[in-house]
Every structure is written in C-alpha cells, then in structure tokens.
Nanobody, 115 residues
Framework: QVQFVESGGGLVQPGGSLRLSCAASTSIFKVYPMGWYRQAPGKQRELVAGITSGGSTRYADSVKGRFTISRDNAKNTVDLQMNSLKPEDTAVYYC?????????WGQGTQVTVSA
C-alpha cells in the first residue's frame, strides 16, 4: 500500500508563505488523484486542494487565490504552495488520495499562523 510523508510545516506570521511537500512511497502514485487536507483543533478534516493525475486542480473556497497545488510524477511528490497565510489556516496538513478510498493517513505536518 502506498504511504505518504508530509513535510514543510512551521510557524509563520500572518501574510507569510510556506511550501509543503508530500512524498509517496511508490511510483504508482502517478495514477492517483491527490489532495492536501487539513484538520484544525476541534474541527473535521477537510480537503483544501486536489490535483488529478493529468494536472487539473480544484480548491476549497477558503484558499482559492492563495494556495497552489502541484505534482511531480517523476519524483513522486505533490506540493502545496501557501501564500498570504491567515491565522485560520492553522492546522495539521495531510496529503492523501483525492478519492472515496484513501490510504492510511500519515502524521501530517503542523502549520501555525500567528503573530
């Protein structure tokens, strides 16, 4: 079963930027639609950005115009560029398949937006 490892989180001031990266354990990753998800304390996990195997993207309304998802199938990675960060973007960020059937969740990477 494919596994995903997230990295790149940290503490950033409002208005700042971070780039998250997700590494897949197998090259079969290239056929999966992929997504970046986040879970804030006390809230359900939500999809913030998705990308198909062909590169079509979609975004949650709350991040449109600020976040950009991309993938490199040769490197088995999917990235999330986050700009103009807001305190409400604070959450643990995860990557996984953008489909009904997902693989096991990784540990995620913490993003904290605070002055």
């Amino acid at each position: 079963q494919v596994q995903f490892v997230e990295s790149g989180g940290g503490l950033v001031q409002p208005g700042g930027s971070l780039r998250l990266s997700c590494a897949a354990s197998t090259s079969i990753f290239k056929v999966y639609p992929m997504g970046w998800y986040r879970q804030a304390p006390g809230k359900q996990r939500e999809l913030v950005a998705g990308i198909t195997s062909g590169g079509s993207t979609r975004y949650a309304d709350s991040v449109k115009g600020r976040f950009t998802i991309s993938r490199d199938n040769a490197k088995n990675t999917v990235d999330l560029q986050m700009n103009s960060l807001k305190p409400e973007d604070t959450a643990v960020y995860y990557c996984n398949k953008d489909s009904m059937i997902k693989t096991a969740w990784g540990q995620g990477t913490q993003v904290t937006v605070s002055a």
